[in-house]
């Protein structure tokens, strides 16, 4: 069983759909990520919390809303997206936010969203 | 330029063989360095970290780093099918997470 887990795996969803993902973290971490996965194309990092607080939106358009009631869950908020949205959702945490020595990033299986 | 840059290749090697890996980054101030391997549908795993300068092994694996050229390698001893994937280089920049490359398809060849 993972650390980290997402749900849904899949998500196919219209522009004007509202739903969410769903990120749940079992390691002990206080820091949790989005990152988003594009065909080609570098891992982009979404947001970060650090023990339930953002502390970096990486200039992410306002459709994408983040909630992390907790630190162990993280949610993604998605409504009115663009078919370019479509990608692969990846949520991850690590013990601290900022990265040292051996402070390493564990990634959920990730979310596949298609907007049509 | 790219923060952190890799050939996307795909690289193909013989079973057997040793395939080698590289990357390079932009920010001078970079503390440690990561690889990830990803295979098709699936999420990024942790295969190894480095932060000094040399060599760190670990079974096949072997990371290098030179930060004077800013640049780090991984080297896959005895390659097996089974390691074809794509391999993210990832760089700890100082930010809050890591800045990744866009990876490099590794194709071992049976």
């Known amino acids: 069983e993972t650390g980290v887990t997402q749900t849904p795996r899949h998500l196919v969803m219209g522009m004007t759909n509202k739903k969410s993902l769903k990120c749940e973290q079992h390691l002990g971490h206080n820091a949790m990520y989005w990152y988003k996965q594009s065909a080609k194309k570098p891992l982009e990092l979404m947001f970060v919390y650090s023990l339930e607080e953002r502390v970096e939106n990486n200039s992410v358009p306002s459709r994408f809303s983040p909630e992390c009631p907790n630190s162990s869950h993280l949610f993604l908020h998605l409504h009115t997206l663009q078919p370019e949205d479509s990608a692969l959702y990846l949520c991850?945490?690590?013990?601290?936010?900022?990265?040292?020595?051996?402070?390493?990033?564990?990634f959920g299986e990730g979310s596949w969203l298609t907007v049509v | 330029q790219k923060e952190v840059e890799q050939n996307s290749g795909p690289l193909s090697v013989p079973e057997g063989a040793i395939a080698s890996l590289n990357c390079t980054y932009s920010d001078r101030g970079s503390q440690s360095f990561f690889w990830y391997r990803q295979y098709s549908g699936k999420s990024p795993e942790l295969i190894m970290f480095?932060?000094?300068?040399g060599d760190k092994e670990d079974g096949r694996f072997t990371a290098q780093l030179n930060k004077a050229s800013q640049y780090v390698s991984l080297l896959i001893r005895d390659s097996q099918p089974s390691d074809s994937a794509t391999y993210l280089c990832a760089v700890n920049t100082g930010r809050r997470a890591l800045t990744f490359g866009s990876g490099t398809r590794l194709q071992v060849q049976p």
């Open positions: 991850a945490s690590s013990l601290e936010e900022g990265l040292f020595s051996g402070n390493t990033i564990y």
């Open positions: 480095i932060y000094s300068n």
